[in-house]
Nanobody, 125 residues
Framework: QVQLVESGGGLVQTGGSLRLSCQAS????????MGWYRQAPGKQRELIAT???????NYSDSVKGRFTISRDNDKNTVYLQMSSLKPEDTAVYYC???????????????????WGQGTQVTVSA
C-alpha cells in the first residue's frame, strides 16, 4: 500500500517560517502532481500549491510570494516552505497526490487522489 506521511507543523509567531514535508511510502514507481491544501476551522478545504512531476508550480493568491512548493522525486517527497506567516494561515495542512503508480510486479497498480493525514499549523498574533 501507499501512504502519505506529513511532518513539520507546529506553532509559530506572526512573520515566522515553517517547512512542511510529505513523503509517499511504498513501492513507488511514479507520482504525478503533488499539492498542498489547507482547511481552517469552519472553512472549506483550500488548494494552495501544486507541483507537477516536471517541477511546474502553481499557487493560490493567498500564499503566492510567501510559500514555496518543491519536491524531491528520488525521495518521493513534497515540501512546503512557508514564510511571512500570518494568523490567517492557521489551518490543518494536507498533502495530496493526484495519481501514484506503485508495485513491484506487473501490472502496476495506481491510486488516485491520495491524501495525507494532515498537520496543524498555528500562527499566533
Amino acid at each position: 500500500q501507499v501512504q502519505l506521511v506529513e511532518s513539520g507543523g507546529g506553532l509559530v509567531q506572526t512573520g515566522g517560517s515553517l517547512r512542511l514535508s510529505c513523503q509517499a511510502s511504498g513501492n513507488i514507481n511514479s507520482i504525478n502532481t503533488m499539492g498542498w491544501y489547507r482547511q481552517a476551522p469552519g472553512k472549506q478545504r483550500e488548494l494552495i500549491a501544486t507541483i507537477t512531476s516536471g517541477g511546474v508550480t502553481n499557487y493560490s493568491d493567498s500564499v503566492k510570494g510567501r510559500f514555496t512548493i518543491s519536491r524531491d522525486n528520488d525521495k518521493n517527497t513534497v515540501y512546503l516552505q512557508m514564510s511571512s506567516l500570518k494568523p490567517e494561515d492557521t489551518a490543518v495542512y494536507y498533502c495530496n497526490v493526484d495519481r501514484v503508480v506503485y508495485g513491484t510486479s506487473y501490472p502496476r497498480r495506481s491510486i488516485s487522489n491520495l491524501w495525507g493525514q494532515g498537520t496543524q499549523v498555528t500562527v499566533s498574533a
